[in-house]
């Protein structure tokens, strides 16, 4: 199994440009989530979702959106980058009941806007 | 949602046991406790969840008192490969009110010869 599977790995941007990271689970899981994480930082949660169809915000929700079309796939999308967005960004992937807090993550999208 | 505090920051020699202590008083009925370990340029890796009392498995030891407002993460004979970020994480998945799970700052453990 692949487990969770981020692309691109890497990219760069200039301030203004569009662009979507897409993140893939083949565990059936049921909730997803997308954290960025700053130098030497923490994780902070951006957007995460409960199901296929549903989505909701997280601790620094502003300049990025979400979809969950497919419950194997949560896309997370930058519609005007901005520098302040440079990061890496995880997507994980956990299951319904008490292995719910069990995140499995993603190698991780390195982001530079320029 | 439960707010975790973990100091910043630990060093430790190979060899020794390391105890990793995080703070949660607001911890709710519902809310497990997990543990993460990170390397650097890699997404979190599981390590160890707990509920209440002591669970162990085959890389650490998790210390539940009964008021389950803290844990401890304990990390027997380290060596550098353990050095690394631990985070402790606390959330309930049970409801809809679940999936916002939130991390602190975590702990960076450096391992020393």
């Known amino acids: 199994n692949a487990g969770v599977t981020q692309t691109p790995k890497f990219r760069v941007l200039k301030t203004g440009q569009s662009m979507t990271l897409l993140c893939a689970q083949d565990m059936n899981h049921e909730y997803m989530y997308w954290y960025r994480q700053d130098p030497g930082m923490g994780l902070r949660l951006i957007h995460y979702?409960?199901?296929?169809?549903?989505?909701a915000k997280g601790e620094v929700p502003d300049g990025y959106n979400v979809s969950r079309l497919k419950k194997q796939n949560f896309l997370l999308g930058l519609e005007s980058a901005a520098p302040s967005q440079t990061s890496v960004y995880f997507c994980?992937?956990?299951?319904?009941?008490?292995?719910?807090?069990?995140?499995?993550f993603g190698a991780g999208s390195r982001l530079t806007v320029l | 949602l439960a707010k975790t505090t973990q100091p910043i920051s630990m060093d430790s020699y190979e060899g020794q046991e390391v105890n990793i202590t995080c703070s949660h008083n607001n911890i709710a009925t519902n809310d497990y406790i997990t543990w993460y370990q990170q390397f650097p340029s890699q997404g979190p890796r599981f390590i160890i969840q707990?509920?209440?009392t002591k669970v162990t498995n085959e890389v650490a030891s998790l210390f539940i008192p009964a008021d389950r407002k803290s844990s401890t993460l304990s990390l027997p004979r380290v060596s550098l490969s353990d050095t690394a970020v631990y985070y402790c994480?606390?959330?309930?998945?049970?409801?809809?009110?679940?999936?916002?799970?939130?991390f602190g700052q975590g702990t960076e453990l450096s391992v020393k010869p």
């Open positions: 979702s409960v199901g296929e169809g549903t989505t």
């Open positions: 707990g509920y209440k």
């Open positions: 994980a992937s956990s299951q319904i009941g008490a292995g719910a807090n069990v995140l499995t």
């Open positions: 994480l606390v959330g309930d998945m049970k409801n809809n009110q679940g999936g916002k799970l939130i």
